[in-house]
């Protein structure tokens, strides 16, 4: 299967990338996800060496912090079983595990953040999921060709 392209949202103040820098091998769990087309996403879709930019929602300036590579595929979210956890599911079973999750480890953190408003203004980013008005997926497919725009616009940073 051919490499996919991704953009996981994230708020700084849940799990920053500083947070990320500072985990073990630069690693963690994307757990969290409650909403079924992201979830599906996370299960059907998103597979180890996949790359994901980490994208900062719900931040001043909103935008683009790092790519990120995915070390392990979808798999279920165990938060969802644990009464003591925010992502709580009691409709979660062990046997209907309801929300997954994927594994992914930091390959760059930007210079700086790349803005939504950047993202916005540059030819070939129209139609990218991200700069479409009320987008608010956290999960989000992105075209090769965005990508490779994107990789473009931090080398410039």
Same mark, same amino acid.
């Given at each position: 299967m051919p490499k996919r392209y991704w953009l996981f949202k994230n708020e700084p103040d849940c799990f920053s990338i500083e947070d990320l820098e500072k985990a073990p091998?630069? #690693?963690?769990?994307?757990?969290? &996800?409650?909403?079924?087309? !992201?979830?599906?996403?996370?299960?059907d879709d998103v597979q180890k060496g996949d790359e994901v930019f980490y994208y900062y929602s719900n931040a001043k300036p909103a935008g683009i912090v790092a790519v990120c590579t995915v070390v392990k595929s979808g798999y279920p979210d165990p938060t969802a079983l644990d009464p003591n956890s925010?992502?709580?599911?009691?409709? !979660?079973?062990?046997?209907?595990?309801?929300w997954y999750m994927v594994d992914v480890k930091l390959k760059q953190k930007f210079p700086d953040i790349i803005p939504l408003a950047t993202l916005k203004a540059t030819p070939g980013l129209e139609k990218m999921m991200v700069t479409q008005k009320g #987008?608010?997926? #956290?999960?989000?497919? &992105?075209?090769?060709d965005e990508w490779k725009t994107i990789i473009e616009l931090a080398k410039r940073m």
């Amino acid at each position: 299967m051919p490499k996919r392209y991704w953009l996981f949202k994230n708020e700084p103040d849940c799990f920053s990338i500083e947070d990320l820098e500072k985990a073990p091998n630069q #690693s963690t769990e994307w757990e969290g &996800v409650r909403n079924y087309q !992201a979830r599906n996403m996370l299960r059907d879709d998103v597979q180890k060496g996949d790359e994901v930019f980490y994208y900062y929602s719900n931040a001043k300036p909103a935008g683009i912090v790092a790519v990120c590579t995915v070390v392990k595929s979808g798999y279920p979210d165990p938060t969802a079983l644990d009464p003591n956890s925010q992502y709580f599911d009691p409709k !979660a079973t062990r046997e209907d595990p309801r929300w997954y999750m994927v594994d992914v480890k930091l390959k760059q953190k930007f210079p700086d953040i790349i803005p939504l408003a950047t993202l916005k203004a540059t030819p070939g980013l129209e139609k990218m999921m991200v700069t479409q008005k009320g #987008s608010r997926l #956290s999960i989000q497919p &992105v075209t090769p060709d965005e990508w490779k725009t994107i990789i473009e616009l931090a080398k410039r940073m």
